[in-house]
Each structure stands twice: as C-alpha cells, then as structure tokens.
C-alpha cells in the first residue's frame, strides 16, 4: 500500500482549532506523534501513513484539517 505524507497548514490563530478538532473523531492518527512547526512559528502538521490513494488518506483526517491539507505520495530513495 503506497505511503502519503499529509500537510496541513493553518493560520498562527488557528492552533487550538486545529487541536481541538480531534475531539472526538476515529483515527488511526490519534495518539500517535505528529510532526509540527508551530512552536517555532510556521504553523503546519505532518503525519505519514499507508494509504489506497490521497482521498483515502486524508479521510484520516477531521474535516477542519483535511479542508485544508495536502496528500502526497511518498517513499525512500537511495541519495548517491
């Protein structure tokens, strides 16, 4: 199954929104660590995961973050 990299991008007002709207929602990101900007001023979020396609995996999304992410496809490379 392929592996999408999702970014979400908010406004600095926005942080509590954007916590706050995994209250609850099922996902299997919840309780997993996320990577984030926002402590050091550039507000986005990152979470890898296995996925069938970028709707599929932005559905593991709550609303709030995925009407404002991005899925992309993602894998390791050999750097030479």
């Known amino acids: 199954m392929p592996t999408y990299r999702l970014l979400h ?22 309780g997993r660590p996320a990577t984030s ?5 550039g507000h986005e979020i990152w979470w890898d995961l296995k996925a069938s396609d970028p709707d599929d995996a932005l559905r593991n999304l709550p609303g709030y973050l995925s009407d404002r992410a ?5 894998g390791e490379v050999e750097i030479p």
Not at 12 to 17: A, G, I, K, L
């Open 37 to 41: 900007s926002c402590s050091w001023g």
């Open 70 to 74: 991005v899925a992309t496809r993602v």
């Open 9 to 30: 991008r908010h406004r600095p007002n926005e942080c509590s929104t954007a916590y706050a709207a995994w209250k609850g929602y099922e996902s299997p990101l919840r």
